[in-house]
Nanobody, 123 residues
Framework: QVRLVESGGGLVQAGGSLRLSCAGSGRSFVTYTMAWFRQAPGKEREFVSAISRYGGSSIYTDSVKGRFTISRDRAGNTAYLQMNNLLPDDTAVYYC????????????????WGRGTQVTVSA
């Protein structure tokens, strides 16, 4: 079974840090773009960050630039999101996604999704 499983969410105070992990299994994701999206209550799912196959390039939504860093391990099947200087507005369920051909910020172009991990940032 092909799966993406997120972990690392939790409760943190504003200004704190968390590192999210997305572990892929059931197939190799080394040639897949991997990405993070998030969804807060009452809001639509939004793009956060994406990293290309082999980890050669990455992009971020403006609101997290300079605070978040996306990466992936050398095997290519685990993606990470290091989140620093967290803000209450970062509170959301964070989802991992992957696909071979994507428009990086367009959720509709991703083929695989995890079930999400909750990140809550208190003021």
């Amino acid at each position: 079974q092909v799966r993406l499983v997120e972990s690392g969410g939790g409760l943190v105070q504003a200004g704190g840090s968390l590192r999210l992990s997305c572990a892929g299994s059931g197939r190799s994701f080394v040639t897949y773009t991997m990405a993070w999206f998030r969804q807060a209550p009452g809001k639509e799912r939004e793009f956060v960050s994406a990293i290309s196959r082999y980890g050669g390039s990455s992009i971020y939504t403006d609101s997290v630039k300079g605070r978040f860093t996306i990466s992936r391990d050398r095997a290519g099947n685990t993606a990470y999101l290091q989140m620093n200087n967290l803000l209450p507005d970062d509170t959301a369920v964070y989802y991992c996604a992957a696909a071979v051909r994507v428009l990086p910020s367009d959720a509709e172009t991703y083929d695989y999704w995890g079930r999400g991990t909750q990140v809550t940032v208190s003021a």
